[in-house]
Protein backbone atom coordinates (compact mmCIF):
# COMPACT_ATOMS: atom_id res chain seq x y z
CA UNK A 1 0.00 0.00 0.00
CA UNK A 2 1.25 3.51 -1.00
CA UNK A 3 0.67 7.11 0.29
CA UNK A 4 -1.67 7.93 -2.33
CA UNK A 5 -3.63 5.10 -1.23
CA UNK A 6 -4.24 6.03 2.19
CA UNK A 7 -4.95 9.82 0.56
CA UNK A 8 -7.35 8.49 -1.36
CA UNK A 9 -9.36 6.50 1.78
CA UNK A 10 -9.64 9.69 3.52
CA UNK A 11 -10.84 11.59 0.68
CA UNK A 12 -13.82 8.76 -0.46
CA UNK A 13 -14.57 9.06 3.59
CA UNK A 14 -15.31 12.97 3.22
CA UNK A 15 -16.94 12.53 -0.40
CA UNK A 16 -19.15 9.47 0.25
CA UNK A 17 -20.84 7.53 -2.40
CA UNK A 18 -24.49 5.68 -3.18
CA UNK A 19 -24.01 3.54 -0.81
CA UNK A 20 -22.02 5.22 2.40
CA UNK A 21 -22.57 8.77 3.30
CA UNK A 22 -20.11 11.57 3.26
CA UNK A 23 -18.01 11.89 6.89
CA UNK A 24 -17.87 15.18 8.86
CA UNK A 25 -14.54 16.34 9.30
CA UNK A 26 -13.96 14.82 13.15
CA UNK A 27 -15.37 11.14 11.95
CA UNK A 28 -12.82 11.04 9.09
CA UNK A 29 -10.10 11.90 11.41
CA UNK A 30 -10.86 9.04 13.80
CA UNK A 31 -10.86 7.04 10.80
CA UNK A 32 -7.52 8.09 9.67
CA UNK A 33 -5.92 8.37 13.34
CA UNK A 34 -6.78 4.76 13.51
CA UNK A 35 -5.30 3.62 10.04
CA UNK A 36 -1.71 5.78 10.83
CA UNK A 37 -1.87 3.70 13.86
CA UNK A 38 -2.02 0.22 12.36
CA UNK A 39 0.08 1.26 10.20
CA UNK A 40 2.77 2.14 12.93
CA UNK A 41 1.97 -0.80 14.37
CA UNK A 42 2.81 -3.03 11.43
CA UNK A 43 5.83 -1.38 10.80
CA UNK A 44 7.22 -1.99 14.37
CA UNK A 45 6.36 -5.73 13.73
CA UNK A 46 8.14 -6.21 10.50
CA UNK A 47 5.00 -6.87 8.37
CA UNK A 48 6.09 -3.92 6.08
CA UNK A 49 9.27 -2.49 5.35
CA UNK A 50 7.10 1.60 4.88
CA UNK A 51 5.09 3.08 6.66
CA UNK A 52 2.24 4.64 3.80
CA UNK A 53 0.13 6.51 6.53
CA UNK A 54 2.63 8.20 8.31
CA UNK A 55 2.58 11.93 5.99
CA UNK A 56 -1.14 11.28 5.66
CA UNK A 57 -2.87 14.00 8.41
CA UNK A 58 -6.15 13.89 9.48
CA UNK A 59 -8.50 16.62 8.09
CA UNK A 60 -8.95 19.94 10.49
CA UNK A 61 -12.09 20.16 12.10
CA UNK A 62 -14.16 23.29 11.15
CA UNK A 63 -13.13 26.35 13.16
CA UNK A 64 -16.24 26.89 15.30
CA UNK A 65 -17.44 30.57 16.25
CA UNK A 66 -17.63 31.47 19.29
CA UNK A 67 -21.18 32.31 20.58
CA UNK A 68 -21.70 36.42 21.43
CA UNK A 69 -24.92 37.56 22.16
CA UNK A 70 -25.71 41.36 20.87
CA UNK A 71 -24.51 44.59 23.80
CA UNK A 72 -28.61 45.28 24.14
CA UNK A 73 -28.79 41.10 25.28
CA UNK A 74 -26.05 41.72 27.54
CA UNK A 75 -27.44 44.93 29.14
CA UNK A 76 -30.52 43.15 29.57
CA UNK A 77 -29.09 40.03 31.31
CA UNK A 78 -26.80 42.08 33.40
CA UNK A 79 -29.99 44.09 34.43
CA UNK A 80 -32.04 41.10 35.46
CA UNK A 81 -31.14 40.36 38.72
CA UNK A 82 -32.97 41.58 42.09
CA UNK A 83 -30.70 44.25 43.14
CA UNK A 84 -33.51 45.04 46.45
CA UNK A 85 -31.92 41.60 47.39
CA UNK A 86 -28.29 40.51 48.78
CA UNK A 87 -28.15 37.69 46.65
CA UNK A 88 -28.94 39.73 43.75
CA UNK A 89 -27.04 42.13 44.38
CA UNK A 90 -24.39 39.56 44.49
CA UNK A 91 -25.55 37.62 41.27
CA UNK A 92 -25.45 41.25 39.54
CA UNK A 93 -22.10 42.02 40.42
CA UNK A 94 -20.83 38.52 39.51
CA UNK A 95 -22.48 38.99 35.68
CA UNK A 96 -21.08 42.76 35.85
CA UNK A 97 -17.52 41.13 36.30
CA UNK A 98 -17.92 38.13 34.26
CA UNK A 99 -18.59 40.65 31.09
CA UNK A 100 -16.30 43.58 31.99
CA UNK A 101 -13.21 41.45 32.41
CA UNK A 102 -13.72 38.39 30.19
CA UNK A 103 -12.41 36.24 33.36
CA UNK A 104 -13.73 32.65 32.68
CA UNK A 105 -16.01 31.86 35.54
CA UNK A 106 -13.87 29.56 37.54
CA UNK A 107 -11.28 32.60 38.02
CA UNK A 108 -14.03 34.81 39.31
CA UNK A 109 -15.43 32.48 41.76
CA UNK A 110 -11.92 32.08 43.07
CA UNK A 111 -11.53 35.79 43.36
CA UNK A 112 -10.47 37.15 46.81
CA UNK A 113 -11.80 40.31 48.37
CA UNK A 114 -7.90 41.50 48.35
CA UNK A 115 -7.73 40.17 44.69
CA UNK A 116 -9.80 43.68 43.77
CA UNK A 117 -8.04 46.93 43.90
CA UNK A 118 -10.70 48.74 44.20
CA UNK A 119 -9.42 52.32 43.99
CA UNK A 120 -7.12 51.43 41.13
CA UNK A 121 -10.30 49.77 39.28
CA UNK A 122 -8.18 46.42 39.16
CA UNK A 123 -8.05 42.44 39.51
CA UNK A 124 -5.61 39.90 39.92
CA UNK A 125 -7.56 37.05 38.23
CA UNK A 126 -5.69 33.54 38.34
CA UNK A 127 -5.65 31.29 35.02
CA UNK A 128 -4.91 28.85 33.78
CA UNK A 129 -1.51 27.02 34.92
CA UNK A 130 -1.29 29.66 37.65
CA UNK A 131 -0.82 32.35 35.51
CA UNK A 132 -1.67 35.43 36.67
CA UNK A 133 -2.86 38.54 34.89
CA UNK A 134 -4.08 41.98 36.22
CA UNK A 135 -7.19 43.37 34.35
CA UNK A 136 -8.68 46.75 34.14
CA UNK A 137 -12.57 46.81 36.09
CA UNK A 138 -14.46 49.37 34.19
CA UNK A 139 -17.11 51.70 35.71
CA UNK A 140 -20.29 48.99 35.71
CA UNK A 141 -18.42 46.49 37.15
CA UNK A 142 -17.02 48.47 39.60
CA UNK A 143 -20.22 50.21 41.10
CA UNK A 144 -21.83 46.45 40.83
CA UNK A 145 -18.79 44.93 42.71
CA UNK A 146 -18.69 48.42 45.34
CA UNK A 147 -22.63 47.72 45.79
CA UNK A 148 -22.20 44.31 47.04
CA UNK A 149 -19.21 44.74 48.77
CA UNK A 150 -21.30 47.19 50.94
CA UNK A 151 -24.55 46.62 51.06
CA UNK A 152 -25.15 42.77 50.74
CA UNK A 153 -21.98 40.81 50.92
CA UNK A 154 -21.32 41.52 55.30
CA UNK A 155 -24.35 39.97 55.94
CA UNK A 156 -23.38 36.87 53.86
CA UNK A 157 -19.85 36.65 55.53
CA UNK A 158 -21.86 36.45 58.61
CA UNK A 159 -23.78 33.61 57.99
CA UNK A 160 -20.32 31.69 57.47
CA UNK A 161 -16.76 31.37 59.26
CA UNK A 162 -15.36 34.78 58.18
CA UNK A 163 -14.92 33.36 54.23
CA UNK A 164 -12.28 35.62 52.07
CA UNK A 165 -13.92 34.80 49.55
CA UNK A 166 -15.54 37.50 46.72
CA UNK A 167 -18.73 35.96 45.44
CA UNK A 168 -20.20 33.94 48.75
CA UNK A 169 -23.41 31.94 49.15
CA UNK A 170 -26.41 32.35 51.48
CA UNK A 171 -24.40 30.26 53.91
CA UNK A 172 -21.18 32.12 53.84
CA UNK A 173 -19.29 29.92 51.52
CA UNK A 174 -17.62 30.40 48.22
CA UNK A 175 -20.08 30.48 45.42
CA UNK A 176 -20.00 27.30 43.44
CA UNK A 177 -19.21 27.03 39.53
CA UNK A 178 -22.67 25.49 39.37
CA UNK A 179 -24.65 27.98 41.10
CA UNK A 180 -22.52 30.66 38.82
CA UNK A 181 -23.79 28.76 35.94
CA UNK A 182 -27.57 28.66 37.49
CA UNK A 183 -27.41 32.62 38.33
CA UNK A 184 -26.47 33.38 34.37
CA UNK A 185 -28.93 30.67 33.17
CA UNK A 186 -32.02 32.55 35.74
CA UNK A 187 -30.83 35.85 34.39
CA UNK A 188 -30.84 34.71 30.97
CA UNK A 189 -34.51 33.45 31.21
CA UNK A 190 -35.56 36.51 33.17
CA UNK A 191 -34.20 39.09 30.21
CA UNK A 192 -35.99 36.90 27.64
CA UNK A 193 -32.75 36.18 25.59
CA UNK A 194 -33.30 32.89 23.94
CA UNK A 195 -30.61 29.68 23.26
CA UNK A 196 -27.96 28.25 25.63
CA UNK A 197 -26.27 31.21 27.37
CA UNK A 198 -23.49 30.16 29.57
CA UNK A 199 -20.90 31.99 32.01
CA UNK A 200 -18.41 31.90 28.77
CA UNK A 201 -20.73 33.63 26.59
CA UNK A 202 -19.83 37.04 28.39
CA UNK A 203 -16.45 35.79 27.78
CA UNK A 204 -16.76 35.69 24.31
CA UNK A 205 -18.99 38.87 24.06
CA UNK A 206 -16.22 40.61 26.23
CA UNK A 207 -13.96 39.87 23.50
CA UNK A 208 -16.16 40.39 20.48
CA UNK A 209 -17.40 43.46 21.85
CA UNK A 210 -14.35 44.80 22.59
CA UNK A 211 -13.05 43.90 18.97
CA UNK A 212 -15.85 45.48 17.10
CA UNK A 213 -14.84 48.70 19.44
CA UNK A 214 -11.84 48.68 17.17
CA UNK A 215 -9.33 46.77 19.96
CA UNK A 216 -6.44 45.50 18.86
CA UNK A 217 -6.16 41.78 18.83
CA UNK A 218 -2.78 41.47 21.39
CA UNK A 219 -4.52 43.51 23.55
CA UNK A 220 -7.35 41.32 23.74
CA UNK A 221 -5.10 39.04 24.17
CA UNK A 222 -3.72 39.97 27.03
CA UNK A 223 -7.13 40.59 28.91
CA UNK A 224 -8.19 36.73 27.77
CA UNK A 225 -5.27 35.42 29.23
CA UNK A 226 -4.46 33.43 26.20
CA UNK A 227 -1.15 31.86 25.57
CA UNK A 228 -1.03 32.12 21.90
CA UNK A 229 -2.56 35.11 19.63
CA UNK A 230 -3.64 32.30 17.66
CA UNK A 231 -6.90 31.62 20.16
CA UNK A 232 -7.54 35.03 20.29
CA UNK A 233 -7.82 35.48 16.64
CA UNK A 234 -11.07 33.44 16.42
CA UNK A 235 -12.94 36.23 17.36
CA UNK A 236 -11.76 38.23 14.60
CA UNK A 237 -13.97 35.99 12.26
CA UNK A 238 -16.60 36.41 14.67
CA UNK A 239 -16.41 40.41 13.60
CA UNK A 240 -15.39 39.58 10.01
CA UNK A 241 -19.19 37.79 10.28
CA UNK A 242 -21.24 40.94 11.61
CA UNK A 243 -18.97 43.05 9.03
CA UNK A 244 -20.24 40.89 6.04
CA UNK A 245 -24.32 41.02 7.99
CA UNK A 246 -24.16 44.90 7.72
CA UNK A 247 -22.59 44.81 4.25
CA UNK A 248 -25.26 42.82 2.80
CA UNK A 249 -28.17 45.11 4.31
CA UNK A 250 -26.58 48.15 3.92
CA UNK A 251 -24.91 48.23 0.52
CA UNK A 252 -27.18 49.19 -2.11
CA UNK A 253 -24.75 46.92 -4.50
CA UNK A 254 -24.41 44.11 -2.55
CA UNK A 255 -27.53 42.04 -3.60
CA UNK A 256 -28.49 41.36 -6.92
Not at 11 to 32: F, I, K, N, Q
Not at 198 to 218: I, W
Not at 222 to 227: D, F, P, Q, R
Request: aromatic share 4%; with cysteine; hydrophobic share 45%.
Amino acid sequence: MAEADVAGFLAALRTGDEDHPALSASSAGRAVVAVRGLHRFALREGWTTVDAAREVRPPAPARRLPKAISVAQVEALLAAPDADTPLGLRDRSLLELLYGTGARISEAIGLDVDDLDRAAGLVRLDGKGGKQRVVPVGSYAGRAVEDYLVRARPGLVAAGRGSAALFLNARGGRLSRQSAWTVLRAAAVRAGIPGDVSPHTLRHCFATHLLDGGADVRVVQELLGHASVTTTQVYTLVTVERLREVYATAHPRARS
